[in-house]
T-cell receptor, first 113, second 111 residues
Framework: GENVEQHPSTLSVQEGDSAVIKCTYS??????FPWYKQELGKRPQLIID?????GEKKDQRIAVTLNKTAKHFSLHITETQPEDSAVYFC????????????FGSGTRLLVRP | DVKVTQSSRYLVKRTGEKVFLECVQD?????MFWYRQDPGLGLRLIYF???????EKGDIPEGYSVSREKKERFSLILESASTNQTSMYLC??????????FGPGTRLTVT
């Protein structure tokens, strides 16, 4: 089955700097890769996703890149702000599991003012 | 607006008790999921359901069962609660296989 590894587990950056979180997946048939943000005490919420027929997607200060050959995808946050502080989860959906998402272990991002 | 609710935010139960966690969504979604969230382990899938009365095991189903009698409601049952089931439990729903919408979570403590 699908396995998703996420790094780093914690990340501390200065406000205004960029942050990058990386994930690798095992199932080469996976075709959908969402990123969820979970603020302290709140529920996870989708912030961006990418499908396997696209290499990059941007939404304002966040972007996701996908390298299908290497089976990894990354979340990029530019011009970080204190409100970006949260736990971020990557996930992958494999072709053999139409409804399931397999989540990474999470990255705790701290943006220092 | 999308809405997924869970019956309790905090729950304290004793070892051996039968525990029911309920999740309700108002979006007419086919798919519903139960996860547990533990530090450093991310979100691990316990069970999911893609239709009424249909269920499939996730990655960690041992010690749990589920019930989905109505489309909007998905219940997680701990048959005999144990201390290693102390965790945050998150319910989610999705339309077909895309974005999952999460509930606020239930923090369960088993003593």
């Amino acid at each position: 089955g699908e396995n998703v590894e996420q790094h780093p587990s914690t990340l501390s950056v200065q406000e205004g700097d960029s942050a990058v979180i990386k994930c690798t997946y095992s199932d080469s048939a996976s075709n959908y890769f969402p990123w969820y943000k979970q603020e302290l005490g709140k529920r996870p919420q989708l912030i961006i996703d990418i499908r396997s027929n696209v290499g990059e997607k941007k939404d304002q200060r966040i972007a996701v890149t996908l390298n299908k050959t290497a089976k990894h995808f990354s979340l990029h946050i530019t011009e970080t702000q204190p409100e970006d502080s949260a736990v971020y989860f990557c996930a992958a959906r494999g072709m053999d599991s139409s409804y399931k998402l397999i989540f990474g272990s999470g990255t705790r991002l701290l943006v220092r003012p | 607006d999308v809405k997924v609710t869970q019956s309790s935010r905090y729950l304290v139960k004793r070892t051996g008790e039968k525990v029911f966690l309920e999740c309700v969504q108002d979006m007419d979604h086919e798919n519903m999921f139960w996860y547990r969230q533990d530090p450093g382990l991310g979100l691990r899938l316990i069970y999911f359901s893609y239709d009424v009365k249909m269920k499939e095991k996730g990655d960690i189903p041992e010690g749990y069962s589920v019930s989905r009698e109505k489309k909007e409601r998905f219940s997680l049952i701990l048959e005999s609660a144990s201390t290693n089931q102390t965790s945050m439990y998150l319910c989610a729903s999705s339309l077909r296989s895309y974005e999952q919408y999460f509930g606020p979570g239930t923090r369960l403590t088993v003593t």
